[in-house]
C-alpha cells in the first residue's frame, strides 16, 4: 500500500522534485517559496543551494540542465523579475535534461511589495506554466513538469499562490525515478545565442508553442467536470478549490497548464455551459484570450483585479451571501521589529539625528513605521544603494547630506554589492548602512556567502563584508556594533558630514538566531522612574508604560539587549543575569 503523508504545498513540490529524479536545485529565499529549499534537503540525492540571488539561481539550473541532468529553480513572484533576463534566453535554448522554474506569487500582498502576475512573463517568454491546486497536485505537476520540459524542449514555470505554499494536504508518495543522464552534445546553433542563432530558435519556440497550445486540449490536467449546464466555470490552482466548494453541482473546466491555453477545449466547454464565469486571481488573464476569441463570458467585471481571492468572495458576488469573516475582538498586531533586534537601535540613532534613509527589502523595512520613523524609500531588493546614490546625482551633495542607505547582509550579497559598485566607480559621496545581523531574517534565518554555512549544512570560509566594500577601494568603512548607540552614533555624524563615500557596517546578530542569547534580561525599577518616556522611544514591544505613567517590562518577551537601558539616565532599567 502507497504510504501517505500530509505536507504543505511547498514540501509536496520538493516531494515532487525528489521524485522525478532531480539532482541540481538552486534558490534564493523569497516567501512564499522559502520551504521548497528547505524541504528539499531532506533528500540527499539532490543537490541544493541558495544562490546570492535568483538570476544565478536560474543560470546554475540552466547549466545542470545544459550538463544533461532534471534541475529546478525556485523563487518568489519578484524574484522571476531578477532571473527573467535567463528565463527569456533559456526558452530560445529549450532543456537537456528536464528543466522547471517554481515561481511563487503572492495574491494579498502577504509579504512582498508588489502583485505581480507570473503568467504575463511566461506569455512573454513562450514558457509553458502548470498550476496545481492542492499539495497532491503540487508534487505530482512538478514531476508531470519535468516530463514536458524534456519533451518539448523547454523551460516550464510551476506557478504556485502564498495560498497553495501554506496549506496543507494529503499527498501519496511514490518512488523516485533515476531518468538516464542525457548525453552532452555541442550544439553552438541550439546554445549559444548570438543574433543569427537566436533568429533561428526563435522560430522553433513559435513552433513549440502552437503544438503545446494544441497537446493542451488532451492533456488530462486541463478537463471538463460537467454537472449543471447553467453556469459553468473556468478556474484553476486554488481558485478551483473555491469553486468546487461553493458550486460543487456547476460545471467546471479546469486548467492544470494555464499557458498555453487550450484554445478548441475552451471554445467546447463554453458550447456546453448557459453562463460563463471565468474565475482567477490577479490579471485577466485567461479572460483576456477567452473575450479575444469572440466567446461571452463574465470576470474582473464581477471579481477584483487586487488581493487573494476566496469561498466567501464567491457566496457574496454570485449567491448574495454576506459573509463576515472579521474576528469580532481580534487585537490590533501592527508590524514591529522583534525584542532585541539590533535593527532597532540603529533606527534610534538615524531618527535622533533627523537622518532619512532609503530602505530595501528585508526586516529593516518596519524603520519605515512608527515610532521609528526613518525609512522613506522601499522599491525592491539592493536598490537602497542605487536610489541614494540617484538622489545625489540629481540634486546634489547637499541633498543627501541627512540621508543614508540601509540595507542587510543577504540583500547586499543579493544585488546590493553591484550598487555600491556603482557608487564607487561613478564617484557617490554618500553613506551606506549594511545591517549585518547574520541571517536572511525576514524569510526565516537562511544563509549566505557572508554567513559561513551552505543550504547542505556545511561549513565554508564565510565572505568578508568589510573586504568587498574595501576591494572596491572605499576609504571609509568601519564596522560597529548595534547597541554600542554611542560610537554608532558618532560614526553616523562623521560619516553622513564626509564629502566622500563611506560604508558603515552594523554588526550584530539578529535576536533570534539560533544559538543567539543574550546573557541579561532587564527589569524596571518603577520608583526610580521619572516618565520622561526615553526608553519607550525605540518602540521596544516588551517596554510598556503602566497607568501611573511609570515604566514596565514584559519579562517574556525582554531579550536583554540593553537599548532601553542605555536611554534611562535615572536607573528606572536595570539589567540583571539570567
Given at each position: 500500500?502507497?504510504?501517505?503523508?500530509?505536507?504543505?504545498?511547498?514540501?509536496?513540490?520538493?516531494?515532487?522534485?525528489?521524485?522525478?529524479?532531480?539532482?541540481?536545485?538552486?534558490?534564493?529565499?523569497?516567501?512564499?517559496?522559502?520551504?521548497?529549499?528547505?524541504?528539499i534537503?531532506?533528500y540527499?540525492?539532490?543537490?541544493?543551494?541558495?544562490?546570492?540571488?535568483?538570476?544565478v539561481?536560474?543560470?546554475?539550473?540552466?547549466?545542470?540542465?545544459?550538463?544533461?541532468?532534471?534541475?529546478?529553480?525556485?523563487?518568489?513572484h519578484?524574484?522571476?523579475?531578477?532571473?527573467?533576463?535567463?528565463?527569456?534566453?533559456?526558452s530560445?535554448?529549450?532543456?537537456?535534461?528536464?528543466?522547471?522554474?517554481?515561481?511563487?506569487?503572492?495574491?494579498?500582498?502577504?509579504?512582498?511589495?508588489?502583485?505581480?502576475?507570473?503568467?504575463?512573463?511566461?506569455?512573454?517568454?513562450?514558457?509553458?506554466?502548470?498550476e496545481?491546486?492542492?499539495?497532491?497536485?503540487?508534487?505530482?505537476?512538478?514531476?508531470?513538469?519535468?516530463?514536458?520540459s524534456?519533451?518539448y524542449?523547454?523551460?516550464?514555470?510551476?506557478?504556485?499562490?502564498?495560498?497553495?505554499?501554506?496549506?496543507?494536504?494529503?499527498?501519496?508518495?511514490?518512488?523516485?525515478?533515476?531518468?538516464?543522464?542525457?548525453?552532452?552534445?555541442?550544439?553552438?546553433?541550439?546554445?549559444?545565442?548570438?543574433?543569427?542563432?537566436?533568429?533561428?530558435?526563435?522560430?522553433?519556440?513559435?513552433?513549440r508553442?502552437?503544438?503545446?497550445?494544441?497537446?493542451?486540449?488532451?492533456?488530462?490536467?486541463?478537463?471538463?467536470?460537467?454537472?449543471?449546464?447553467?453556469?459553468?466555470?473556468?478556474?484553476?490552482?486554488?481558485?478551483?478549490?473555491?469553486?468546487?466548494?461553493?458550486?460543487?453541482?456547476?460545471?467546471?473546466?479546469?486548467?492544470?497548464?494555464?499557458?498555453p491555453?487550450?484554445?478548441?477545449?475552451?471554445?467546447?466547454?463554453?458550447?456546453?455551459?448557459?453562463?460563463?464565469?471565468?474565475?482567477?486571481?490577479?490579471?485577466?488573464?485567461?479572460?483576456?484570450?477567452?473575450?479575444?476569441?469572440?466567446?461571452?463570458?463574465?470576470?474582473?467585471?464581477?471579481?477584483?483585479?487586487?488581493?487573494?481571492?476566496?469561498?466567501?468572495?464567491?457566496?457574496?458576488?454570485?449567491?448574495?451571501?454576506?459573509?463576515?469573516?472579521?474576528?469580532?475582538?481580534?487585537?490590533?498586531?501592527?508590524?514591529?521589529?522583534?525584542?532585541?533586534?539590533?535593527?532597532?537601535?540603529?533606527?534610534?540613532?538615524?531618527?535622533?539625528?533627523?537622518?532619512?534613509?532609503?530602505?530595501?527589502?528585508?526586516?529593516?523595512?518596519?524603520?519605515?513605521?512608527?515610532?521609528?520613523?526613518?525609512?522613506?524609500?522601499?522599491?525592491?531588493?539592493?536598490?537602497?544603494?542605487?536610489?541614494?546614490?540617484?538622489?545625489?546625482?540629481?540634486?546634489?551633495?547637499?541633498?543627501?547630506?541627512?540621508?543614508?542607505?540601509?540595507?542587510?547582509?543577504?540583500?547586499?550579497?543579493?544585488?546590493?554589492?553591484?550598487?555600491?559598485?556603482?557608487?564607487?566607480?561613478?564617484q557617490?559621496?554618500?553613506?551606506?548602512?549594511?545591517?549585518?545581523?547574520?541571517?536572511?531574517?525576514?524569510?526565516?534565518?537562511?544563509?549566505?556567502?557572508?554567513?559561513?554555512?551552505?543550504?547542505?549544512?556545511?561549513?565554508?570560509?564565510?565572505?568578508?563584508?568589510?573586504?568587498?566594500?574595501?576591494?572596491?577601494?572605499?576609504?571609509?568603512?568601519?564596522?560597529?556594533?548595534?547597541?554600542?548607540?554611542?560610537?554608532?552614533?558618532?560614526?553616523?555624524?562623521?560619516?553622513?558630514?564626509?564629502e566622500?563615500?563611506?560604508?558603515?557596517?552594523?554588526?550584530?546578530?539578529?535576536?533570534?538566531?539560533?544559538?543567539?542569547?543574550?546573557?541579561?534580561?532587564?527589569?524596571?525599577?518603577?520608583?526610580?522612574?521619572?516618565?520622561c518616556?526615553?526608553?519607550?522611544?525605540?518602540?521596544?514591544?516588551?517596554?510598556?508604560?503602566?497607568?501611573?505613567?511609570?515604566?514596565?517590562?514584559?519579562?517574556?518577551?525582554?531579550?536583554?539587549?540593553g537599548?532601553?537601558?542605555?536611554?534611562?539616565?535615572?536607573?528606572?532599567?536595570?539589567?540583571?543575569?539570567?
Amino acid at each position: 500500500m502507497a504510504e501517505k503523508e500530509i505536507m504543505l504545498g511547498n514540501a509536496a513540490i520538493a516531494r515532487g522534485a525528489y521524485e522525478a529524479g532531480v539532482k541540481v536545485s538552486a534558490a534564493y529565499p523569497g516567501t512564499p517559496s522559502t520551504e521548497i529549499s528547505e524541504n528539499i534537503i531532506k533528500y540527499p540525492e539532490i543537490y541544493a543551494e541558495w544562490s546570492p540571488n535568483e538570476k544565478v539561481a536560474a543560470e546554475v539550473a540552466i547549466g545542470a540542465s545544459m550538463a544533461g541532468v532534471r534541475a529546478m529553480c525556485s523563487m518568489k513572484h519578484v524574484g522571476l523579475n531578477v532571473a527573467s533576463d535567463p528565463l527569456y534566453t533559456a526558452s530560445y535554448i529549450g532543456a537537456g535534461g528536464g528543466l522547471v522554474f517554481v515561481v511563487a506569487d503572492d495574491p494579498g500582498l502577504y509579504s512582498s511589495q508588489n502583485e505581480q502576475d507570473t503568467r504575463l512573463i511566461a506569455r512573454s517568454a513562450h514558457v509553458p506554466v502548470l498550476e496545481p491546486s492542492d499539495s497532491q497536485e503540487a508534487k505530482d505537476f512538478t514531476k508531470l513538469a519535468f516530463e514536458i520540459s524534456e519533451k518539448y524542449d523547454t523551460p516550464v514555470i510551476l506557478r504556485t499562490t502564498t495560498r497553495l505554499a501554506h496549506s496543507q494536504g494529503t499527498v501519496m508518495l511514490e518512488e523516485r525515478e533515476e531518468p538516464k543522464d542525457k548525453s552532452y552534445e555541442r550544439n553552438m546553433a541550439k546554445n549559444v545565442m548570438m543574433p543569427g542563432p537566436a533568429k533561428g530558435r526563435h522560430i522553433i519556440v513559435e513552433d513549440r508553442e502552437k503544438r503545446l497550445a494544441l497537446d493542451a486540449c488532451s492533456f488530462e490536467i486541463n478537463r471538463m467536470e460537467m454537472g449543471d449546464p447553467s453556469l459553468g466555470f473556468i478556474a484553476g490552482g486554488i481558485a478551483y478549490e473555491y469553486v468546487k466548494e461553493v458550486f460543487p453541482e456547476a460545471s467546471v473546466l479546469k486548467l492544470g497548464m494555464c499557458y498555453p491555453l487550450p484554445e478548441k477545449l475552451i471554445r467546447d466547454f463554453a458550447k456546453k455551459v448557459e453562463r460563463l464565469i471565468i474565475f482567477e486571481e490577479l490579471e485577466p488573464f485567461v479572460e483576456t484570450y477567452v473575450k479575444s476569441w469572440g466567446i461571452a463570458c463574465e470576470g474582473k467585471e464581477l471579481f477584483t483585479l487586487q488581493g487573494e481571492y476566496s469561498a466567501n468572495m464567491l457566496r457574496e458576488k454570485l449567491k448574495g451571501e454576506k459573509v463576515d469573516i472579521k474576528p469580532k475582538a481580534a487585537p490590533a498586531r501592527p508590524p514591529i521589529l522583534c525584542p532585541g533586534c539590533p535593527h532597532r537601535s540603529t533606527f534610534y540613532v538615524l531618527k535622533k539625528l533627523g537622518i532619512h534613509a532609503a530602505g530595501d527589502i528585508g526586516c529593516y523595512t518596519l524603520g519605515a513605521v512608527a515610532p521609528l520613523d526613518v525609512v522613506d524609500t522601499t522599491v525592491c531588493m539592493g536598490a537602497s544603494i542605487s536610489t541614494l546614490h540617484g538622489m545625489e546625482k540629481a540634486r546634489g551633495r547637499d541633498f543627501i547630506h541627512n540621508w543614508v542607505a540601509v540595507i542587510g547582509d543577504s540583500t547586499f550579497m543579493h544585488t546590493g554589492i553591484n550598487s555600491l559598485e556603482n557608487m564607487a566607480y561613478n564617484q557617490s559621496t554618500g553613506t551606506v548602512m549594511i545591517l549585518d545581523n547574520s541571517t536572511t531574517g525576514m524569510t526565516g534565518h537562511q544563509d549566505h556567502a557572508a554567513t559561513g554555512k551552505t543550504l547542505m549544512g556545511q561549513t565554508v570560509p564565510a565572505l568578508s563584508i568589510y573586504q568587498i566594500c574595501k576591494s572596491m577601494n572605499i576609504e571609509h568603512v568601519y564596522e560597529v556594533e548595534a547597541f554600542d548607540t554611542v560610537k554608532l552614533e558618532q560614526l553616523v555624524r562623521e560619516e553622513t558630514a564626509r564629502e566622500a563615500l563611506s560604508v558603515i557596517i552594523v554588526c550584530t546578530p539578529c535576536a533570534l538566531l539560533k544559538g543567539q542569547v543574550f546573557p541579561y534580561k532587564v527589569r524596571a525599577v518603577p520608583e526610580k522612574c521619572r516618565k520622561c518616556g526615553m526608553c519607550l522611544k525605540p518602540g521596544c514591544p516588551a517596554v510598556t508604560k503602566a497607568e501611573d505613567g511609570t515604566v514596565r517590562i514584559d519579562d517574556t518577551l525582554c531579550n536583554g539587549c540593553g537599548l532601553c537601558t542605555s536611554l534611562c539616565k535615572f536607573g528606572a532599567l536595570e539589567k540583571y543575569e539570567v
